[in-house]
C-alpha cells in the first residue's frame, strides 16, 4: 500500500535603609517598640509593632512612614525577585498612605524615592553584569530582583521592567529543561506591562514576547503582538540618536534625500530625516571645548523602524561617519515572520498564504519565506505550487535538510496521487472484465510515466536531507522512510535495500548508503 509523506512542516527561541523623614516615636509605645526591633534587626517583631500603632490611630503618618523604612529593611533579608519586589511594593503604598495624611511630606517622599531608585538600578546593572561575566543562574535572579525593586519605586519608570524580564531570561536559560521553560513563561506578564507602559517599546520586547506565547502554544496571542509591533514599529520616523557622555556638544553634516544640512547639538539628541529611503548618513565631530570635552564619548546610531541599522563612537575629536543604505534594510523581517508563522499555528492558512505571496514579491531572495510557503502549500496537497516554492528555496539555501526534505515530500506525495488515480484506472478495467480502448491504455500509460518521473525527482532532494541530517540527525528517519518508497516506486531493489534499516529507525544503513554528510 502506497502512503503519503507528511511535510515537516518546521516553521522557522540589599538596599540600606531609609532614613526617617520626620518626627519621633516616643509618644506612642508601639512605635517605640518597633524601632528597638528594628536596631536589632527583627523585622518581623517592629512590623507588627508599627501596624499596631496604626491599628490605634489609622492616620498616623509617622507610622506608615517607618512603616516603609521597614519593609524596605526586610527586603535586604531575601534574595527572592518576587519577595524583594513586593517589599518595596508595600513600602510605596505605606508612604502613600503618610502623605495622605500629611502632604507635607510628599516632597521628602519624592527625594527618597529618587535616590532609592538610582540606587536600586544601580545595583541591578552591577549585579547584571557580574551575571555575564560568571554565568551563574543566582546573580541573574539577584539582578531580578534589585530592577524588580526600582520598577516598584518609579511604576512609571519602564526601563527597570525590561531589565527584570531581560535578567529573568537569563537566569530560566541557564536553568534549562521544563524548569526553565516555565520560568520563561512567567516573564511574559513583565514584557506585557512594560509594552502598555513605553512610549516606544523595543523590538526586541516586541519578539521575545511573540516567541514566549508561542512557546506556550497561544498563537492568538503572539499573532496580536506581532501585529501591533509591526503597526508601531513600520510608523516610527527614521533618525540619529546622539549620546554619549552628558552635554557633549557636536556639530555634524546629514545627507539625505538629496540634500545635505549642518546641525549641531549637545548630548543626549536626536535627529529626525525627512527620508527613510536610499542612502543616508552623518559625519559627527565633538566641538573643542577644553579638556572636558576632549575626554567626553559621543555615540551616534542610525534608526529605522524602531531598529539600530548603523552606529559608531569616539572619544577623541576625530569626525565618526554613521551612514547606511535604507533602501536595502529589513529590520522588520523577522516580526514579519513571526506574524506569518502565527497566523498559520491559528488555522488562517488563506490569510497566511497570503501574506507569505506579498513578502515573496517584497523580497523574492529570501530562502525563509519561500520555504514557509511551500510548506504550507505542501500540507494543504497543493503539490506542483508547493515543488516550485520549496525548489526556490532549496537553491537559494541547499544546504539545510528541512528545505530539501520538503521538496522530496512534494514531488512524492504528487507521485502517490498519481498512483492512486493509475490504480483506479486499472482496477476499473478490470472490473468489467476486458481489455482497455486505445485511449485508456495510452491515459495509464501516460499516468505511470509521470508517476515514476515524479518518484524519481524524489530522490535527489531526500538523498541529500538524509546526508545533511548526518548519522543521528533530526530529519535522517524521515528522510530514509520516503527514500524507501521513493525506490520502491521505481523498482531501484537494491537502493530500497540499502536504506530499509535506517526507515525503521536504525541507526544506520543496510549496507553503509550514503555519506553522513556535513
Not at 490611630?57 to 531575601?78: G, H, V, W
Not at 546593572?125 to 543562574?137: C, G, T
Not at 495509464?444 to 535527489?460: G, M
Not at 528522510?479 to 531501484?492: H, I, K, N
Request: glycine share 6%.
Amino acid at each position: 500500500m502506497t502512503t503519503r509523506q507528511s511535510a515537516l512542516f518546521a516553521l522557522v527561541l540589599g538596599s540600606l535603609g531609609l532614613v526617617a523623614l520626620s518626627g519621633c516615636s516616643a509618644g506612642n509605645p508601639n512605635m517605640s517598640a518597633a524601632e528597638d526591633a528594628m536596631e536589632q534587626e527583627s523585622y518581623e517583631r517592629a512590623l507588627a509593632n508599627v501596624d499596631s500603632a496604626i491599628a490605634q490611630d489609622s492616620a498616623n503618618a509617622e507610622a506608615y512612614t517607618m512603616k516603609a523604612r521597614i519593609l524596605r529593611q526586610m527586603a535586604d533579608s531575601t534574595m527572592s525577585p518576587d519577595e524583594y519586589k513586593q517589599r518595596y511594593q508595600q513600602a510605596r503604598a505605606a508612604e502613600e498612605k503618610a502623605v495622605e495624611f500629611d502632604p507635607s511630606r510628599r516632597s521628602d517622599v519624592e527625594n527618597q524615592r529618587e535616590l532609592a531608585f538610582i540606587q536600586e538600578y544601580q545595583r541591578g546593572a552591577d549585579a547584571f553584569n557580574q551575571a555575564q561575566r560568571s554565568s551563574q543562574k543566582s546573580e541573574y535572579m539577584r539582578a531580578a530582583a534589585y530592577f524588580g525593586a526600582a520598577s516598584a519605586i518609579q511604576p512609571d519608570s519602564t526601563g527597570p521592567i525590561l531589565n527584570e524580564a531581560f535578567a529573568r531570561l537569563q537566569a530560566a536559560r541557564l536553568e534549562g529543561g521544563d524548569q526553565g521553560m516555565q520560568e520563561m513563561s512567567s516573564v511574559i506578564p513583565i514584557l506585557e506591562r512594560y509594552l502598555d507602559r513605553a512610549e516606544e517599546p523595543s523590538k526586541n520586547a516586541y519578539t521575545i514576547l511573540a516567541q514566549l506565547h508561542r512557546q506556550d502554544d497561544r498563537p492568538e496571542k503572539a499573532l496580536e503582538v506581532t501585529e501591533r509591533a509591526l503597526d508601531d514599529l513600520s510608523s516610527r520616523p527614521t533618525h540619529f540618536r546622539v549620546q554619549g557622555t552628558r552635554g557633549v556638544s557636536y556639530t555634524a553634516t546629514i545627507e539625505s534625500g538629496g540634500s545635505s544640512r549642518q546641525v549641531e547639538g549637545t548630548t543626549p539628541d536626536r535627529i529626525p530625516l525627512s527620508t527613510s529611503d536610499g542612502t543616508v548618513s552623518g559625519t559627527f565631530r565633538k566641538q573643542d571645548g577644553g579638556k572636558k570635552q576632549t575626554k567626553g564619548r559621543l555615540q551616534v546610531s542610525l534608526f529605522t523602524q524602531g531598529t539600530e541599522v548603523a552606529n559608531d563612537q569616539t572619544t577623541a575629536l576625530e569626525e565618526i561617519t554613521v551612514s547606511e543604505d535604507l533602501s536595502s534594510a529589513t529590520p522588520l523581517a523577522e516580526l514579519q515572520n513571526q506574524r506569518l508563522n502565527a497566523l498559520n499555528s491559528t488555522g488562517n492558512t488563506e490569510e497566511a498564504m497570503q501574506a507569505y505571496r506579498q513578502q515573496i514579491e517584497n523580497d523574492p531572495e529570501n530562502a525563509r519565506y519561500r520555504y514557509n510557503y511551500g510548506s504550507l502549500l505542501l500540507n494543504t496537497d497543493r503539490y506542483d505550487e508547493a515543488a516550485e516554492q520549496l525548489s526556490e528555496a532549496v537553491d537559494l539555501d541547499p544546504d539545510d535538510p528541512k528545505k530539501q526534505y520538503n521538496l522530496g515530500a512534494a514531488y512524492l506525495n504528487k507521485g502517490v496521487v498519481l498512483q492512486d488515480s493509475l490504480v483506479s484506472a486499472r482496477d476499473s478495467v478490470m472490473a468489467e472484465n476486458r481489455e482497455p480502448t486505445e485511449e485508456e491504455a495510452q491515459m495509464i500509460k501516460n499516468l505511470d510515466d509521470q508517476r515514476r518521473q515524479l518518484f524519481q525527482n524524489a530522490i535527489p532532494p531526500l538523498e541529500r536531507a538524509r546526508q545533511l541530517s548526518g548519522p543521528n540527525g533530526e530529519y535522517r528517519q524521515n528522510a530514509c522512510s520516503a527514500l524507501l518508497q521513493a525506490y520502491v516506486q521505481t523498482e531501484q531493489t537494491e537502493k530500497a535495500e540499502e536504506v530499509k534499516q535506517c526507515a525503521s529507525g536504525g541507526t544506520g544503513d543496510s549496507t553503509g548508503g550514503a555519506s553522513s554528510g556535513n
